[in-house]
Every structure is written in C-alpha cells, then in structure tokens.
C-alpha cells in the first residue's frame, strides 16, 4: 500500500500564510491538522463544487468577508469553505492552500458510519442489529459470550457497553500491539445498548466490520462508493498496526471535499442525480438515538 506524507513532510508551512479568497457557502467547514503517516488515494480529475457570487446567493459580501476576517483572528482554524443552495460562496485559507489535506480527527467518525450505511443499502451488512461478532476475524473475536449481544449498532451510537475512559486511555490505546483486542478485551462496564460512552476505539471497530462484510479495505471502500462519487480524488486514511483504515479518526480531506460530504446529507443522499447513500440511512443519521438527558 502507497505510503502519503504529511502536509509538513510535503513542505506546506503550519503557520499562518497569507489568506486566499474564492467564492463560499453556508455549510462551514473548519478542520485542524495532525501528523501522521497516511494512505494515499487513486489519481483522478479532481471535481470541484460549483461557485456562486455571495450576493446571488443572498448574502451581504462586505458583512461575510468581515466574519470571515474575524474568524482569521481565532487560533487554530486553518481553512473555512462557506456553501449555500450547493455552491461554494466564499472561501479562505490560512494555513496551506485549497489542495491541502486536512486531518479530520474525530470527523472520521462520520465518514465511517456513511460507510456502513451504504454497505447495508448494497445489502453487505443486512442491518445494524447483527452482532459484531459476525464480521470480525475468528481470532479477534472476544471470549466473553456477553459480548456476543453487542451490535454493529451499538458500536454506531456508541454503547457498546465497553469499558474505554476516552480521557485517560486514549494514548495507550493507541500504543497497544492490537488495538482491536485492546478493545474487545475490556470487561463490559454496562450491558450492550444501555449506556452511551464515547469511544474511539469502539467506532475503530466499525472499520473491521466493514473490511469483513465486503471484502474491501475501508480507504479503497470509501473510494468506490463515496469518495469517488462525490469527486473527491485524493485523500489519506491512517491506519492500525494490523493495516485496518482507523474507523475513529485518522482520515485527511481537502476542505471542499469535506464540504462535498456536507451536502449530500443536505441532498438527502444525492450528488448529481446519482443517488449516493438511501434517505432511509441519512434519516437515521440525523435522528437523536441515544437520551444523554
């Protein structure tokens, strides 16, 4: 597998450079930028999102280019894409340029669960309330048989029921030999499906499960089904130490790539009248499934 390089290692300066101006929108995109050692995509014509004048799009130019301004000011924002009726109406960049590739840190998470989604449109995974346990190599399945009741659901919504103190275990689960078996060794702290717990390392497990159910690393997956579709040609996906594409974090885009990903859920699933996710996942998506209350 092509190894990437960082935006630093590829010589893109991390302070802040002088701002670049382009048509925006009224979906906000702002990404921060980590280090690391990436997957590289397949080269293609990359497609941008069409453009539009701020005012056409009923925005007041001088009072959007002084909240952007303002926003230049604010530490670590590198770059923002402003979309409205699906067109990029104003954008800036502080730190590298359009082409640069952001990390999108937890982000990932999103793109992940759009994955899965589409793997249970196509009929890959025939719903989210199958066990886990089904789509993970024999020998990374847990022993614990009340393991076996957590769902590729609760790994979606976050209550595997996992015992994972994000704060505290985040370095060392990112150390550990296996990360997969870090995970799936840990004693349940609350039966599957009761209590809401953010977990990296949980939603992690999201990208196995879709390596398993078809066939297809989930970096090379993303650019069959999603990535390509939306036009988005170059990206980077860290990995595991096992290879697994991290399904919790690890994923760099370009800012108007990320935008792109914005607007098919506001497109309830479409880009270009080529129907990309079902308005059944999206709806879903968007619908609160777990009372934090």
Not at 84 to 113: C, D, F, I, M, N
Request: hydrophobic fraction near 45%; proline fraction near 8%.
């Amino acid at each position: 597998m092509k190894l990437g390089k960082s935006p630093a290692a590829r010589g893109v300066s991390l302070k802040k450079g002088p701002v670049r101006d382009a048509p925006v929108r009224a979906l906000l995109c702002v990404l921060v930028t980590a280090v690391a050692v990436l997957v590289a995509p397949v080269a293609a014509a990359f497609e941008p999102l069409p453009r539009m004048a701020p005012a056409r799009a009923g925005f007041d130019p001088a009072a959007l280019g002084a909240a952007l301004d303002d926003l230049g000011e604010a530490p670590g924002i590198y770059s923002v894409v402003v979309v409205r009726h699906g067109a990029v109406v104003a954008e800036r960049y502080w730190q590298g340029w359009p082409e640069t590739l952001h990390g999108l840190a937890s982000v990932t998470k999103s793109v992940t669960s759009t994955l899965v989604g589409i793997a249970v449109d196509r009929g890959s995974i025939p719903d989210v309330d199958v066990p886990m346990v089904e789509y993970l190599p024999a020998g990374a399945r847990p022993d614990d048989p009340a393991k076996g009741a957590i769902t590729i659901r609760h790994l979606l919504i976050m209550t595997s029921g996992l015992d994972y103190d994000e704060d505290t275990e985040w370095e060392e689960w990112l150390r550990a030999p296996d990360q997969a078996a870090y995970i799936l060794d840990r004693p349940l702290a609350a039966p599957p499906g009761e209590v809401f717990n953010y977990s990296t390392p949980a939603s992690h497990l999201l990208s196995i499960v879709l390596t398993d159910a078809t066939g297809t690393p989930t970096e090379e997956l993303a650019g069959d089904v999603l990535f390509g579709p939306l036009g988005i040609t170059e990206w980077r996906w860290e990995t595991d130490h096992q290879g697994y594409a991290y399904g919790g974090h690890g994923l760099w885009l370009r800012t108007e790539d990320m935008a792109k990903f914005g607007v098919l859920f506001l497109r309830w699933g479409v880009r270009r009248a080529h129907r990309v996710l079902s308005t059944a996942w999206i709806g879903q998506a968007v619908t609160l499934q777990v009372d934090l209350a």
